[in-house]
């Protein structure tokens, strides 16, 4: 079956260390985003790639990296220069859009990531 | 932008209707709107384009004002599985979409 995959689905985190979040997906969608989501603040865009080796800023990128080696891979790194990384995150992806606009986001099930 | 939804909360008894609301201060292209269960990952059900044609389900459906930068959702004779926090999601060209907050639905037997 098609989907994405993110991994871990928990993770735990100590004061000062970085952290890297999987995600993978077979669905051969060329975009790929992560949102951090915090209670009742909505979906917020951290970055995203619309090709390989290219990726973008979103609205709260600080204290986060990316890479895109791989069409099918998106991984997330949260860094100690995050503030406050204690979040759900989630990835997604859809296919490109030509026309404008964006097309169904695919979510993966999540990372919940708690520092202690 | 976010856009803003409205409203924050809603609890229905099932079989009642409800419409919620998504406005933006941006000019749009498109306006998604997605569902999730807690817990869980965020599930598509529609996207409304800019002078195209709308898709939904059987009892859900939406709008979408151009002119004034909204989009209603509208749920028709709920059930229990309509429960969840509702997402519009919007995009002002070819961009990421931008999340709202959400409306947290609650229906009850």
């Known amino acids: 079956d098609g989907g994405i995959t993110q991994s871990p689905k928990y993770l735990f985190r100590k004061e000062g260390q970085n952290v890297t979040l999987s995600c993978e997906q077979n669905?051969?969608?060329?975009?790929m985003y992560w949102y951090r989501q915090d209670p009742g603040q909505g979906l917020r865009l951290i970055y995203y790639?619309?090709?390989?080796?290219?990726?973008q800023k979103g609205d709260i990128a600080e204290g986060y990296s990316v890479s895109r080696e791989k069409k099918e891979s998106f991984p997330l790194t949260v860094t100690s220069a995050q503030k406050n990384p204690t979040a759900f995150y989630l990835c997604?992806?859809?296919?490109?859009?030509?026309?404008?606009?964006?097309?169904?986001?695919?979510f993966g099930e999540g990372s919940r990531l708690t520092v202690l | 932008q976010q856009p803003v939804q409205s409203p924050q909360a809603v609890i229905l008894r099932e079989g009642e209707d409800a419409v919620i609301n998504c406005s933006s201060s941006?000019?749009?292209?498109?306006v998604h709107w997605y569902r999730q269960k807690h817990g869980e990952a965020p599930v598509f059900l529609m996207i409304?384009?800019?002078?195209?044609e709308q898709k939904g389900h059987e009892k859900i459906s939406a709008s979408f004002n151009e002119k004034k930068q909204q989009s209603s959702l509208y749920l028709t004779a709920s059930q229990l599985s309509y429960s969840g926090t509702y997402f519009c999601?919007?995009?002002?060209?070819?961009?990421?979409?931008?999340f709202g907050k959400g409306t947290r639905l609650s229906v009850i037997a």
């Open positions: 669905l051969n969608h060329d975009a």
């Open positions: 997604a992806s859809s296919t490109a859009s030509s026309t404008g606009g964006t097309r169904e986001l695919f």
């Open positions: 790639s619309q090709i390989v080796n290219d990726f």
């Open positions: 941006k000019a749009l292209y498109s």
């Open positions: 999601g919007t995009a002002s060209g070819n961009t990421p979409l931008v």
């Open positions: 409304l384009l800019k002078g195209g």
